[in-house]
């Protein structure tokens, strides 16, 4: 497991800072590797290790005038090293340092997203444990279909944190690639054991092919997992919202002390968490377009793609790691009313038993198209008559008088037939890890 961490520390590794601290480190490892193929004096890069250093205020300064970042900035480190500094940037292109810089900065913050997810996890984990055989009601299309647990639905989102968790670390693998290889990554005035050097003491593996860049399909696998991660947010979140309402009230937001929900009604207790991340899911999904668009480039690189992901690669993981924390804090602190899910559950008075009566009338013989408009008719009744239950209807049915007792009936609307698999459902799931 990585190390723990705080939200700021994602900020700061798309900070000027952290980015050209990594620039000199990669030109520096650059020299170390060109000293020891015997290319340049080990006595130059032992000065260039001591004087090598930045102003962050002097590298935008020059690019005032230079209008060319990498140039700025190796034009003030020159300032600093003196007559070695001939030796720094030799043979190579922007883009070498540039976008090994990207991969390191976009691994980094892929770790420290992994951290969250695993977080999140646990949280779920934890609470499908404590709500797995709390019944509610389950719904398709928004209807109350037949009864689950509030336990399944934590587990649900519990096994695609899972697929998040691999979709990310196959995203990472897939960044976490450095290239040294020059302008049109022929090699053509270093050696590729400069390349491996660096790579290797970055904690990164060299491209295979390169052209001047590192290829953009692998920042748009990296880009989509994030998006990917934001969908499923979105989903808990928007499920927490549906639950929330006020016809519903089956979970709600934590409501601390002095929290205001309106500024006009008192009385409001909003799911302000769970919309905050369904709006910037949105983000995400727009920015991994974003992230696609960059894969197509004219022939060996242009720079259309430099301007979109210097913002939307630092936005997206910023973001996602805010939403992270905000969902880990989410559900640990979710409010669960199993009282409101028992009333809801009855609701529909019965209803939602309509298919196991149907299913019973089948084992009795019954063809399933007779089953169904037996069962539909009183279920019919019931919609239609709010003082009427199915289990009434059905018991005063001549249809179905002829094949289920009373008996039959009550086993049918037993509640603990629909907990008599979720054991087995959570030993696949919350029980295998």
Excluded at 37 to 58: H, M, S, T, W, Y
Excluded at 286 to 292: H, P, V
């Amino acid at each position: 497991m990585i190390e723990r961490y705080t939200l700021p520390e994602m900020g700061k590794i798309w900070q000027d800072e952290f980015k050209y601290r990594i620039w000199l480190k990669i030109e520096i490892l650059a020299c170390e590797a060109r000293a020891s193929l015997g290319e340049i004096p080990q006595k130059d890069v032992e000065v260039i290790k001591q004087k090598a250093n930045f102003d962050v205020k002097r590298v935008l300064e020059i690019e005032e005038t230079t209008k060319h970042d990498v140039i700025a900035f190796l034009t003030n480190v020159a300032e600093y090293v003196g007559p070695e500094s001939r030796h720094i940037h030799y043979g190579m292109t922007s883009s070498d340092i540039l976008d090994t810089t990207l991969s390191y900065q976009m691994k980094s913050a892929g770790e420290l997203l992994l951290n969250r997810l695993f977080d999140l996890k646990s949280v779920l984990k934890e609470r499908a444990i404590e709500h797995k055989n709390t019944l509610c009601v389950g719904r398709s299309h928004g209807i109350h279909a037949e009864p689950t647990t509030m336990g399944l639905k934590f587990a649900l989102w519990y096994e695609e944190t899972k697929r998040n968790i691999l979709r990310l670390q196959n995203a990472i693998k897939s960044i976490s690639v450095g290239q040294i290889s020059g302008a049109v990554g022929t090699f053509e005035h270093l050696s590729p054991k400069v390349e491996e050097y660096v790579c290797e003491k970055m904690g990164l593996t060299p491209a295979p092919v390169s052209t001047q860049i590192i290829q953009r399909d692998r920042h748009a696998e990296f880009m989509a997992s994030l998006a990917l991660v934001g969908a499923t947010l979105e989903k808990i979140a928007l499920e927490i919202r549906h639950l929330q309402r006020t016809e519903v009230l089956e979970a709600e937001e934590y409501f601390s002390k002095g929290q205001k929900g309106s500024s006009a009604m008192p009385h409001k207790r909003n799911p302000i968490i769970s919309e905050r991340i369904d709006g910037l899911a949105r983000v995400l999904r727009s920015n991994a377009i974003a992230a696609i668009e960059d894969v197509a480039l004219w022939h060996e690189r242009d720079i259309s793609h430099s301007s979109v992901e210097r913002i939307v690669v630092p936005d997206s993981c910023i973001a996602l790691d805010y939403m992270l924390d905000l969902m880990v804090k989410l559900i640990k602190n979710l409010l669960i009313y199993p009282d409101n899910m028992i009333k809801n559950l009855n609701l529909t008075r019965g209803l939602v038993y309509s298919q196991a009566v149907l299913l019973k009338l089948v084992n009795k013989g019954v063809s399933r198209e007779d089953a169904y408009k037996i069962v539909q008719s009183s279920a019919m009744e019931v919609w239609a008559d709010k003082t009427k239950d199915l289990f009434s209807e059905l018991k005063k049915s001549p249809d179905v008088k002829k094949y289920l007792t009373e008996e039959d009936l009550k086993d049918v609307f037993a509640s603990k037939r629909t907990l008599k698999n979720v054991d087995y459902i959570f030993s696949r799931s919350i029980d295998a890890d």
